[in-house]
């Protein structure tokens, strides 16, 4: 697979048949590091997946108690803590997570996928449909890191 960068894809076309996907439907970017989440939500909605960014732990737990996403791709470090938190508040909900971090070595974390940053997006599809399943979540963890760009 070729890897292009995040400025080179076309945004996504507007489906106008319908009011749009309902926040259910959302995969939630969780990353207080704004570039990374932006590029990483601009790459996801190119790809035909609705996703959102949050920049913080209260814009996240804002964001569960309005409406719930079918997943969220978690930052080790998000909001200047590890994740254990987060990740606790997201299973206590039955919301499936793909932790996301620099140094996937590090994370000391069980039952959810780890992956490294930058996260090849195909990687991240195929990990992301596992856990929609309920097929990517039983322990194992995938703390590769991803290609980087040439």
Known sequence: MVWYPFYVMRPPVADTRTNGPSSRDEVVVADDAEPFRKALVRQLQVHGINARGVASFEELERRLESEPPRAVLLDWHFDGSTAAAVLELLRARWIPV???????????????????????????????????????????TTAQPSKTAP
């Open 98 to 140: 793909i932790v996301l971090t620099g140094d996937p070595g590090g994370v000391g974390v069980t039952g959810v996928p780890v992956l490294g940053k930058p996260v090849e997006l195909s990687l991240l599809k195929a990990q992301l449909e596992e856990v929609l399943a309920g097929t990517g979540h039983g322990g194992a």
